[in-house]
């Protein structure tokens, strides 16, 4: 027997036993993703004791696909995105025991809801100016600053958050990375509207929060590593996976399917060439996702993201053209708060202003392109006047 | 400060799906690769493959028998049983990627990709064999530029022999035999003609590419063996176009990795304005962009191999999509090849033409982008307006 069939048939009997012991029909389903989370099939990759059973990443597809057919319920993960695809890896590797054990059941059950403290309206692309401060008193820390683009901050409980500790060292070697409670009184979240009219990101104000040196995430100093790990792991979520006509392409394939009236050969044209980008771009990320599955997540995963987002870009403005009178109507500019994103949800419009933002979130295309330069093809790096200068001492 | 697609969004249609095919080589591909590399480099050098072009042809048949039969390529896409190596059209496409990287000058996709498919049904044992061995080079009579969805056989069978003439057809130069698509009462037979035989004329062609040169072949009532039958004739060519279109795009994504490795090699070392060119953004993202462009046609291309190799369903949409885009990839890394180089990349003396000139003709083989995305609008239920 294969290793391949001897895992698929020991993750079948793992999973049988879960579903006998915890039937989804007549199980909370809190009870029962706990229960599935103590199994250690929440994320067969992450160790045994945190949700994992040490095996490929690969292997949890299959075990999402039994859970599936047997109808458990799932932990809602484009809810909690942020705490699966950023937090989680990050606490994994560089956390203390005592930290996995605190952080990551709730967080993968969705209890807990975790967000990123981050950019700062000084710091976007230029991550490593920021200047939210921490200074240490006694065995805590005490955070002051203002952060920006925070998805989800007004339901997180906690937030991984990097601030200054050390202004005195280049600005890439004062930076300490935290776990920050949400709940603390200093934390204040301010709705950010944006072009859609929605906000689906805040502004959160921090005075005076205070941090247990026990949330602490690697070493004072550390931060800028830590941080790194995350926004690798951030950019693989963002070029994450789809079927044929998933996403954008799939919405303007179905819109020229169904509106044989509107369609114009230039129109055509283009569509066909972007469901043959899509469909490339589809297999790239496959391509990327098989490399993962055997090593850490580098700086490929950018330019999958530059990609996607163009493309993304493309679509959804010749989807507008596609709807001809409709593309003038928009369904709604009330503010709201979505708890979920929805690139691919509510209607063109919508659609097309939401996609301005997917080469500026998470790295903005330019950023990404100096990083594909510089680290893959080791091209030299921009100029940099602010290396080797205290960051104290930086113009601002 | 993210967000992720909602797949819950996903529209569902009634597409066929796409398959889920390894994208990565294997170990035993990365030797096939590795040793065809190693030759290449000792025996294909870019002063030898430069001179082609001023009518020195000493490379080709050395650099032909030492892939054909020293490393027995001749024979890869042959199942061991009827001679060959038994290798599928993964191994396939890691040797045309090869050959795409050094502009190689030997019909390896004419005769081993594209003849040794439609000959596969053929009943003609010794001919397969010697396909396989290499000791009988072999074209199939098609114009470069048809695909498997535009073929239509333009040599006919009369009582004298056989009759037509065939445009721009590669390896005809350099093969012994010909296989001849003839149109009959009841569909396509595969005929066999020696390429010296008396009423056949080859005529070469001053080819855009003259390591790839093409030839404008004649038949007038020349005696023939019928080696596929009409029942299964037709379908054999379409199958080679298919499979030859597929194991292109491998070759471009061969082109088009050179052109950037060079351009990388050469900008990084290239200095103006008191710096090396490669530290201008302008340049660096430039680089980036077709670095993306390039990974994205490689796995455009290992798909469509993938499919190949497998006889994957998907395979008709996968050919479509490989050659829409690795064509232009590789036509854009060329040009990009030939502008960052400056001057230098506009001299005879340097390689970049060879590239420029590969990846544009490569461009109309097997068929036109305008032809390919048509193909493809109608395999994905996209009608046209």
């Not at chain 1, 026990?214 to 789809?242: D, F, H, P």
């Amino acid at each position: 027997m294969s290793d391949e069939t001897q895992h698929r048939r020991d993750l079948e009997r793992r999973v049988s036993v879960l579903l006998a012991d915890h039937p989804p029909g007549s199980t909370d389903r809190l009870d029962f993703l706990r229960a599935q989370f103590d199994a250690g099939l929440a994320w067969v990759h992450f160790p045994q004791g945190l949700g994992g059973l040490g095996l490929a990443r690969e292997h949890q597809a299959y075990v999402d696909a039994l859970l599936q057919a047997a109808g458990a319920p799932d932990n809602d993960p484009w809810r909690i995105g942020i705490g699966l695809g950023m937090a989680a890896p990050t606490i994994l590797a560089f956390g203390t025991e005592e930290q996995h054990q605190r952080f990551l059941r709730p967080l993968w059950t969705g209890e807990e809801v975790w967000c990123q403290l981050f950019s700062e309206p000084g710091a976007g692309s230029d991550l490593a100016a920021l200047a939210t401060r921490a200074f240490p008193d006694g065995d805590e820390w005490v955070v002051t600053g203002q952060k920006v683009w925070t998805s989800s901050a007004h339901l997180a409980r906690f937030a991984i958050l990097v601030a200054r500790t050390d202004p005195t060292v280049p600005k890439h070697a004062g930076l300490t990375y935290f776990v920050c409670d949400m709940s603390d009184p200093g934390v204040e979240v301010r709705p950010l509207r944006q072009i859609t009219g929605e906000a689906e990101f805040n502004e959160v104000f921090l005075s005076d929060v205070r941090i247990p040196d026990s949330y602490r995430i690697g070493a004072v100093g550390q931060g800028w590593k830590v941080a790194n790990a995350t926004l690798n792991n951030e950019r693989v979520a963002i070029g994450g996976g789809a079927p044929r006509e998933g996403g954008m392409i799939g919405v303007v394939a179905d819109a020229w399917r169904n509106h044989p009236e509107r369609r114009t050969p230039e129109l055509h044209a283009r569509l066909m060439s972007l469901w043959v980008e899509a469909e490339v771009a589809r297999m790239t990320g496959q391509r990327l996702r098989q490399k993962l599955a055997v090593g850490a997540p580098g700086p490929e995963g950018a330019a999958m993201k530059v990609t996607f987002a163009r493309i993304a870009q493309e679509l959804s403005g010749l989807e507008l053209e596609l709807l001809g009178e409709d593309g003038l109507r928009f369904q709604d500019w009330t503010m709201t708060r979505p708890e979920r994103v929805q690139f691919t949800g509510r209607d063109a419009g919508y659609r097309y202003l939401r996609a301005k933002g997917n080469s500026i979130e998470g790295g903005t295309s330019e950023i990404l392109r100096n990083i594909v330069a510089e680290r893959v093809l080791g091209l030299p790096a921009e100029a940099r006047t602010d290396k080797d200068v205290p960051w104290k001492d930086l113009e601002r | 400060m993210t967000a992720v697609p909602n797949v819950a969004d996903n529209v569902t249609t009634g597409l066929a799906p796409a398959s889920d095919l390894v994208l990565l080589s294997t170990e035993d591909e990365q030797a096939l690769r590795d040793s065809v590399r190693a030759l290449l480099a000792s025996r294909c050098t870019p002063d030898r493959v430069m001179a082609i072009f001023d009518g020195d042809d000493s490379l080709r048949q050395p650099l032909w028998t030492a892939l054909a039969v020293d490393l027995g390529l001749a024979g890869l896409l042959v199942p061991e049983e009827a001679g060959g190596a038994g290798g599928s059209a993964r191994d396939a496409a890691v040797v045309l990627t090869e050959l795409g990287r050094v502009v190689a000058p030997v019909p390896f996709l004419s005769h081993s990709v594209v003849a040794a498919t439609a000959l596969l049904p053929s009943g003609d044992r010794e001919l397969v064999a010697e396909l396989a061995s290499g000791a009988v080079t072999v074209a199939l009579l098609t114009p470069l530029t048809a695909s498997a969805g535009s073929f239509s056989a333009a040599v006919v069978g009369e009582d004298i022999g056989i009759s037509g003439r065939v445009p721009v057809v590669a390896g005809a130069l350099e093969a012994q035999l010909l296989l001849v698509p003839v149109r009959v009462a009841d569909g396509v037979e595969l005929h066999a003609v020696e390429a010296d035989a008396l009423g056949v004329t080859v005529a070469p062609v001053v080819s855009l590419d003259m390591t790839r040169q093409v030839a404008d072949v004649a038949l007038t009532g020349v005696a023939s063996r019928v080696v596929v039958g009409a029942d299964a004739g037709d379908s054999a060519v379409r199958r080679a176009l298919l499979v030859g279109a597929a194991l292109l795009a491998s070759e471009q994504v061969g082109v088009a990795e050179r052109c950037l490795e060079d351009t990388v090699a050469y900008l990084k070392q290239r200095r103006q304005f008191g710096r090396v060119l490669a530290g201008y953004q302008a340049l660096k993202h430039r680089l980036a962009d077709l670095y993306i462009e390039v990974e994205s046609a490689r796995a455009a291309a290992q798909y469509a191999a993938a499919a190949a190799a497998t006889d994957d369903p998907d395979l008709p949409v996968a050919v479509e999509v490989a050659q829409a885009y690795c064509s232009a990839v590789a036509v854009h890394a060329a040009e990009e090849c030939v502008q960052l180089h400056g001057g230098l990349g506009m001299t005879w003396e340097h390689p970049a033409h060879l590239y420029l000139k590969r990846a544009k003709a490569d461009q109309l083989a097997f068929g036109s982008s305008g032809e390919h995305l048509a193909r493809l609008a109608e395999l994905v239920g996209l009608p046209p307006a």
